[in-house]
């Protein structure tokens, strides 16, 4: 799998969904999506971290699912070149939508760390405190956060309300959130082109 359109890109998996009865559009690592419609935004999070944003004003929202490289060393520009671009690519696309910075709403999910039994850093707890940190330097207000533990999550973002609703996914013998996100960190590390309330949810 490798990242669309540099570091992050629009999302391509849509499908109706029954159970809510409205259109869903999926999101993987690597990709983002804006709304203004009835929809819902889909995604399951492991090591990887989304921000829900959403101007109820301008009633514009989107989210993002993105993972830092991992990296032997905690290298400035290599975090900034792929976390600053997934926060500022959704961010600016819903300024570009009718958004403005200062009634943005954030909610932050994810960021667990699903290898602790592996000899890997913990790239997990590193997505988690980088979209913190960057919520916290932007000046925009984070209303709900569920970050790091140890548990994969799957979301569903309601774009019109904000609502969200949150299940914890158990890892047994099913590593396919892990393997997906080791094959997405291996395409980061790959030279690129230049150029509110959660609902536990069952």
């Known amino acids: 799998m490798r990242p669309r359109q540099g570091p992050q890109g629009t999302a391509t998996t849509r499908y109706f969904d029954s159970h809510f009865q409205r259109p869903a559009v999926k999101l ?3 990709e983002y999506h804006i709304s203004g419609d009835q929809e819902v935004l889909v995604t399951v999070l492991g090591s990887c ?3 829900c944003i959403r101007d109820p004003v301008a009633g514009v929202s989107g989210m993002n699912h993105f993972l830092l490289p991992s990296t032997n060393r905690e290298d400035e520009l290599v975090l900034a070149r792929y976390g ?4 500022e690519v959704l ?10 910075r200062e009634r943005l709403e954030v909610k932050l999910f994810g960021g667990a760390n699903l ?3 592996r000899n890997t850093s913990n790239v997990g707890h590193n997505n988690a405190r980088f979209a913190s940190a960057f919520m916290s330097r932007e000046g925009l207000s984070v209303v709900t956060s569920d970050l790091f ?3 994969p999550r799957k979301i569903w973002y309601f774009p019109e309300s904000g609502r969200v609703m949150l299940r914890r996914l158990k890892v047994t013998r099913n590593d396919t959130i892990i ?3 080791v094959e997405y960190s291996k395409a980061l590390a790959e030279p690129a082109d230049s150029g509110g309330d959660v609902e536990l949810f069952g």
């Open 28 to 30: 993987s690592p690597g």
């Open 49 to 51: 971290v989304s921000a």
């Open 84 to 87: 600053i671009h997934a926060m």
């Open 91 to 100: 961010i600016n696309g819903l300024l570009a939508r009718g958004g403005q």
């Open 115 to 117: 290898m602790r039994s």
């Open 149 to 151: 533990g140890h548990d």
């Open 179 to 181: 393997r997906r996100e």
